[in-house]
């Protein structure tokens, strides 16, 4: 069976995470994206930051720069974005084009707007046990389980990826105490010898491989709970996943699917983090989200 996106209230919808709790702030968040370039993939992305922010009574607004926008300006543009109080949270849409220093640039980014996650100083406070601002994708994955009611205390996870939007981020939310953590984690990676072997041991298998379909019904424990985080485009078209989803269904006890499985909860996530600077902002930090 699927995953269950209950907590979401549909596959496409912002959700009672985010709505229910917009009223409580006097200025219901602003979230600023930064789009550098024409990525036809990248303008997809932001269209649906937008519309989710409008449906959750949200302001989204997209900061629009040419291809050849030189790291300087784009510099220029986070430092003003950081200093407008109108801002609560400031995305830039990546990838960006290759010649700017992105780790620069995202580092620029206040890490009190850092809705993304990416900045040092919260993936420091990730990794020490007291979160702020959480990789979206992450997050949406932790909440989703709990909505579930799929248990991580004391379970066997794997991490397929070491990326720092997903993979890495994934296995310290999942050793985290508390609910949707506590698991004992194993992270793989390009290095690693027989990742199929320690991934049929897993009880929650997380692919973020970036490769189409890598992982098959053969790399799965029966009974597994498997969460994929790939989107691919196949040449006939076709959207498809990290996971060959045919031959992993026939032998996972749930699985999430691509389109509409992982997607819509890093939207989610990313206007929960959105809201939760905003009250930050008006200092109304123990109100607490979801």
């Not at 974005?81 to 206040?110: C, F, M, T, W, Y």
């Not at 984690?185 to 298998?205: F, G, M, N, S, Y």
């Not at 890598?214 to 959207?239: C, E, F, M, S, Y």
């Not at 990290?242 to 819509?264: C, K, L, N, W």
């Amino acid at each position: 069976m699927r995953i269950a996106l209950d907590a979401m209230g549909g596959d496409h919808a912002p959700g009672p995470i985010v709505t229910g709790a917009v009223e409580a702030v006097r200025d219901r968040g602003d979230l600023t994206v930064v789009l550098v370039g024409d990525d036809p993939a990248s303008q997809v992305y932001v269209r649906n930051k937008q519309k989710a922010c409008t449906e959750a009574g949200m302001s989204g607004s997209v900061v629009r720069l040419a291809a050849s926008t030189g790291q300087a300006e784009l510099e220029n543009t986070i430092d003003h974005l950081n200093a407008d109080p109108s801002v609560n949270g400031i995305l830039v849409q990546l990838p960006l084009p290759k010649r700017l220093d992105e780790h620069g640039i995202l580092n620029r980014v206040n890490p009190l707007k850092d809705v993304d996650g990416f900045h040092p100083i919260n993936v420091g406070l990730l990794a020490q046990g007291t979160p702020r601002f959480v990789p979206c994708t992450p997050l949406g994955i932790q909440h989703m389980l709990i909505a579930s009611d799929v248990e991580t205390r004391g379970i066997n996870a794997v991490v397929l990826g070491r990326s720092n939007i997903v993979g890495k981020p994934m296995a310290m939310l999942l050793m985290q105490k508390g609910p949707g953590g506590d698991a004992t984690v194993t992270v793989c990676h390009t290095a690693t010898k027989d990742p199929q072997a320690i991934a049929r041991e897993a009880d929650l298998l997380v692919v973020a491989m970036g490769q189409p379909e890598k992982v098959n019904g053969d790399w799965i424990k029966p009974g597994a709970v498997v969460i994929d985080v790939g989107i691919h485009k196949t040449a006939q078209g076709r959207l498809c996943g990290d996971v060959h989803f045919e031959s992993a269904v026939q032998v996972a006890s749930r699985i999430t699917p691509v389109p509409g499985g992982v997607g819509p909860l890093t939207i989610a996530m990313l206007l929960r983090n959105t809201l939760m600077s905003a009250r930050m902002a008006q200092g109304l930090e123990s109100m607490r989200l979801a």
